[in-house]
T-cell receptor, first 115, second 112 residues
Framework: DTGVSQDPRHKITKRGQNVTFRCDPISEHNRLYWYRQTLGQGPEFLTYFQNEAQLEKSRLLSDRFSAERPKGSFSTLEIQRTEQGDSAMYLC?????????????FGPGTRLTVL | GNSVTQMEGPVTLSEEAFLTINCTYTATGYPSLFWYVQYPGEGLQLLLKATKADDKGSNKGFEATYRKETTSFHLEKGSVQVSDSAVYFCALKTDSWGKLQFGAGTQVVVTP
């Protein structure tokens, strides 16, 4: 068990550029979640995958955001035409998917700064 | 909709003091309740959880009891250490897909 990993850890970009983040969940975890955390706030849910299927998207996930989880393993979160309001920590979490009460294990996050 | 309210921080206390962080929630149905901790420079870690009314979660000297009648899940520790300095998040989960809803977090600073 190597834990949830995220790459990159930090990303600085200019407004209008596209960025892509990667999340590698714990091996054999079926569920994968993306959250966004802004300074001084708790994480907010963005989207959720059960294996390769994206089953729920938050209203926070505008059309500029897209997430994928090909083959039910790693996941990517892409933000197109970034805006300064996208600056935040993007967190990935995974869980076994065996029960509603599964523990979610979080990665270290990717901190995005949009200039 | 569902929501979680935590006491505002920072909470500053001396080593060996008693810690309480209040958490109340609003939810439809019967949520599971969680406390996560974020140490400086690290990711979120599950501290403890409770899945039904009157359950008590405990870990590392921390405890919290699921009180349905007061819709609360207050976190307590009898004697804090400097190493307990962190941000603590209360969270709930209601749906079968398991997304978490977090409070705003409470920063705890423990001084020697």
């Amino acid at each position: 068990d190597t834990g949830v990993s995220q790459d990159p850890r930090h990303k600085i970009t200019k407004r209008g550029q596209n960025v892509t983040f990667r999340c590698d969940p714990i091996s054999e975890h079926n569920r994968l979640y993306w959250y966004r955390q802004t300074l001084g706030q708790g994480p907010e849910f963005l989207t959720y995958f059960q294996n390769e299927a994206q089953l729920e998207k938050s209203r926070l996930l505008s059309d500029r955001f897209s997430a994928e989880r090909p083959k039910g393993s790693f996941s990517t979160l892409e933000i197109q035409r970034t805006e300064q309001g996208d600056s935040a920590m993007y967190l990935c979490a995974s869980s076994p998917g065996l029960a509603v009460t599964d523990t979610q294990y979080f990665g270290p996050g990717t901190r995005l700064t949009v200039l | 909709g569902n929501s979680v309210t935590q006491m505002e921080g920072p909470v500053t206390l001396s080593e060996e003091a008693f810690l309480t962080i209040n958490c109340t929630y609003t939810a439809t149905g019967y949520p599971s309740l969680f406390w996560y901790v974020q140490y400086p420079g690290e990711g979120l870690q599950l501290l403890l959880k409770a899945t039904k009314a009157d359950d008590k979660g405990s870990n590392k000297g921390f405890e919290a009891t699921y009180r349905k009648e007061t819709t609360s899940f207050h976190l307590e520790k009898g004697s804090v250490q400097v190493s307990d300095s962190a941000v603590y998040f209360c969270a709930l989960k209601t749906d079968s897909w398991g997304k978490l809803q977090f409070g705003a977090g409470t920063q705890v600073v423990v001084t020697p």
